[in-house]
């Protein structure tokens, strides 16, 4: 029973192609991430949503499309995908987004543009 | 200058070793964050801090506000500690939904 889950874990795709990555959490939070950890590991906050309100967004370029359905899902649409998009997108959820509290991360998908 | 410094980069150790990896930063904060990332790529939270120290098994975590200043400590290392440990701080200004700011991370081998 994963907690907090992505599909794809792994996604080639062309320059110039648009795609999704999902995020689904069973966790009963309030609030979720997505994360990128670039070439370096480097991990960036992208977005942060609080029951499907959009919270955070933080210096991302508007071809990144953050969706929430419902408060158990936030998937992430990206258009016109550029080779500097590649990176290992990490969702993340907890319970209310308060200062002090544990995120919970999905496995990551790591995606490749060529 | 990143908002959060770790030290060392890289750090190689021997089976049985205790290990100590640092985190300063330079913000006020509300909480701080070890995260652990395997080799497979999967990130898992390890401690939130806010204050004094926590253990957990063979792992604990101490935090000093004053000095911005926390460390992770690896009692009686094993192979299987070897990752990537991630400090991350949560910022006291920004709302309560302020973002993580992360350190670049700490690559830990253990070597039997």
């Known amino acids: 029973d994963t907690a907090v889950s992505q599909t794809p874990k792994y996604l080639v795709t062309q320059m110039g192609n648009d795609k999704s990555i999902k995020c689904e959490q069973n966790?009963?939070?309030?609030?979720m991430y997505w994360y990128k950890q670039d070439s370096k590991k480097f991990l960036k906050i992208m977005f942060s949503y609080n029951n499907k309100e959009l919270i955070i967004n933080e210096t991302v370029p508007n071809r990144f499309s953050p969706k929430s359905p419902d408060k158990a899902h936030l998937n992430l649409h990206i258009n016109s995908l550029e080779l500097g998009d590649s990176a290992v997108y990490f969702c993340?959820?907890?319970?209310?987004?308060?200062?002090?509290?544990?995120?919970?991360f999905g496995p990551g998908t790591r995606l490749l543009v060529l | 200058k990143n908002e959060v410094e770790q030290s060392p980069q890289n750090l190689t150790a021997q089976e049985g070793e205790f290990i100590t990896i640092n985190c300063s930063y330079s913000?006020?904060?509300?909480?701080l964050h070890w995260l652990q990332q395997h080799p497979g790529g999967g990130i898992v939270s390890l401690f939130m801090l806010s204050s004094g120290k926590k253990k957990h098994g063979r792992l604990i975590a101490t935090i000093n506000i004053q000095e911005k200043h926390s460390s992770l400590h690896i009692t009686a290392s094993h192979p299987r500690d070897s990752a990537v440990y991630i400090c991350?701080?949560?910022?006291?200004?920004?709302?309560?939904?302020?973002?993580?700011?992360f350190g670049k991370g700490t690559k830990l081998s253990v070597k039997p």
């Open positions: 991350a701080v949560r910022p006291d200004y920004g709302g309560s939904q302020g973002n993580l700011i």
């Open positions: 966790l009963g939070h309030d609030t």
């Open positions: 913000v006020g904060i509300s909480a």
């Open positions: 993340a959820s907890s319970h209310s987004g308060g200062l002090q509290e544990t995120q919970y």
